[in-house]
């Protein structure tokens, strides 16, 4: 009798042990838990790089979903989206903190995607971002775009081919392309910073205003920002020239040229090109994961303007657009419906999208 209790007693507890194992699993991404209500489990953010303003962004998102829901966010910092394209598609990567222009490209397989990545859906809109698309240091004695014929500027980025068509359109704004300097390939924006506190190169993309990494090596170093089109902000006061739009609109559609208040890099006024900020999501994500990561994120929005800059306009007010490219989550449109933030306009976008 005594050691049949032995072996029950075993097996009881080599049971408990095995629940406990299965229970602590941290789940992959996509992965639901009975126990929150059959929530995924866990989801992966991608963002760009390390110091760029995406990855704060991304950093507060992801605080919120950990601390305001039963999901683990996780961020995973990439080159760029191209990079991380991959394994959004294969459902390793759910959510991202991407361009508008990044997720449109992606979204129908267009510019640098092989292939539409078709599970791409917008979750919410947030900041335009001035971009500071060429830089140079103080002391180089350059003030303007034009100046950089025969100079030696940071092109390729890894193969962002965002960043890449940013300094395209930079230069066509002028009159001038990538053969009227000499192009650097860089690797990213770190190497980019290193490459120009090192003086190896001339110019390069510092991402926005407020890239944290960038207004480090401003204090560091001190850098000029070259305004968009050699213009300044009376230049555009009555509105951009169609000559600069008409180039925005071939490497950049959806953006445009606004004055960016001096902020972190830009010591003045200065025209730049600006575009939407967003966060796609993944269709396979189901509809009450998204409606419950949108309603935690609406409820602590205020969190984000204490992170990043970006995040004071990262607001419900922004959160549906316009002449939206790609269509919304179902999870995102139902809580929107309830928030009162849906239109009948964005449903026939959405509609007409969707068919």
Same mark, same amino acid.
């Given at each position: 009798?005594?050691?049949?209790?032995?072996?029950?007693?075993?097996?009881?507890?080599?049971?408990?042990?095995?629940?406990?194992?299965?229970?602590?699993?941290?789940?992959?991404?996509?992965?639901?838990?009975?126990a929150s209500g059959g929530l995924v489990r866990s989801v992966n953010i991608a963002t760009q790089a390390v110091g760029t303003s995406y990855y704060t962004m991304g950093t507060g998102i992801a605080k919120i979903i950990t601390d305001k829901t039963p999901i683990q966010a996780t961020i995973l910092p990439?080159?760029?989206?191209?990079?991380?394209?991959?394994?959004?598609?294969?459902?390793?990567?759910?959510?991202?903190?991407?361009? *508008?222009?990044?997720?449109?490209?992606?979204? %129908?397989? $267009? +510019?640098?995607?092989? &292939?539409?990545?078709?599970?791409?859906?917008? !979750?919410? *809109?947030?900041?335009?971002?001035?971009?500071? %698309?060429? $830089? +140079?240091?103080?002391? &180089?004695?350059?003030?303007?775009?034009?100046? !950089?014929?025969?100079?030696?500027?940071?092109?390729?980025?890894?193969?962002?081919?965002?960043?890449?068509?940013?300094?395209?359109?930079?230069?066509?704004?002028?009159?001038?392309?990538i053969d009227d300097c000499v192009a650097v390939p860089l690797a990213d924006l770190s190497s980019a910073q290193r490459a120009l506190q090192e003086r190896?190169?001339?110019?390069?993309?510092?991402?926005?205003?407020?890239?944290?990494?960038?207004?480090?090596?401003?204090e560091s170093i001190g850098i000029r920002v070259l305004p968009l089109g050699d213009l300044t902000p009376e230049d555009i006061a009555a509105g951009v020239p169609e000559s600069v739009q008409s180039v925005l609109d071939r490497y950049v559609p959806g953006a445009t040229a606004l004055v960016c208040p001096a902020s972190g890099t830009v010591k003045e006024d200065t025209v730049l090109t600006s575009y939407p900020i967003q966060m796609g999501v993944s269709a396979k994500l189901?509809?009450?994961?998204?409606?419950?990561?949108?309603?935690?994120?609406?409820?602590?929005?205020?969190?984000l303007a204490d992170v990043h800059a970006w995040?004071?306009?990262?607001?419900?007010?922004?959160?549906?657009?316009?002449?939206?490219q790609v269509p919304y989550h179902d999870g995102a449109v139902k809580f929107y419906k309830e928030a009162g933030l849906w239109t009948d306009a964005a449903e026939a976008t959405q509609d007409a999208l969707l068919k």
């Amino acid at each position: 009798m005594l050691k049949l209790k032995k072996m029950l007693a075993t097996a009881a507890a080599l049971a408990i042990a095995l629940s406990l194992l299965s229970g602590c699993g941290s789940g992959a991404p996509g992965s639901s838990d009975s126990a929150s209500g059959g929530l995924v489990r866990s989801v992966n953010i991608a963002t760009q790089a390390v110091g760029t303003s995406y990855y704060t962004m991304g950093t507060g998102i992801a605080k919120i979903i950990t601390d305001k829901t039963p999901i683990q966010a996780t961020i995973l910092p990439y080159a760029g989206p191209d990079a991380w394209m991959p394994e959004f598609n294969d459902g390793t990567i759910t959510l991202e903190v991407i361009s *508008s222009m990044d997720m449109y490209w992606a979204y %129908t397989g $267009t +510019v640098n995607y092989t &292939s539409p990545s078709e599970d791409t859906r917008l !979750l919410l *809109s947030g900041n335009w971002s001035n971009h500071c %698309t060429m $830089t +140079v240091l103080e002391s &180089s004695g350059i003030t303007s775009i034009k100046d !950089l014929v025969g100079k030696r500027v940071g092109y390729e980025y890894g193969g962002n081919k965002l960043t890449v068509n940013l300094i395209d359109a930079a230069l066509a704004s002028v009159g001038l392309t990538i053969d009227d300097c000499v192009a650097v390939p860089l690797a990213d924006l770190s190497s980019a910073q290193r490459a120009l506190q090192e003086r190896r190169v001339d110019c390069i993309f510092t991402g926005s205003s407020t890239t944290p990494s960038s207004v480090q090596l401003d204090e560091s170093i001190g850098i000029r920002v070259l305004p968009l089109g050699d213009l300044t902000p009376e230049d555009i006061a009555a509105g951009v020239p169609e000559s600069v739009q008409s180039v925005l609109d071939r490497y950049v559609p959806g953006a445009t040229a606004l004055v960016c208040p001096a902020s972190g890099t830009v010591k003045e006024d200065t025209v730049l090109t600006s575009y939407p900020i967003q966060m796609g999501v993944s269709a396979k994500l189901s509809e009450n994961d998204v409606y419950t990561i949108m309603k935690a994120i609406y409820e602590n929005y205020e969190q984000l303007a204490d992170v990043h800059a970006w995040g004071a306009d990262w607001t419900p007010e922004n959160y549906v657009v316009e002449n939206f490219q790609v269509p919304y989550h179902d999870g995102a449109v139902k809580f929107y419906k309830e928030a009162g933030l849906w239109t009948d306009a964005a449903e026939a976008t959405q509609d007409a999208l969707l068919k």
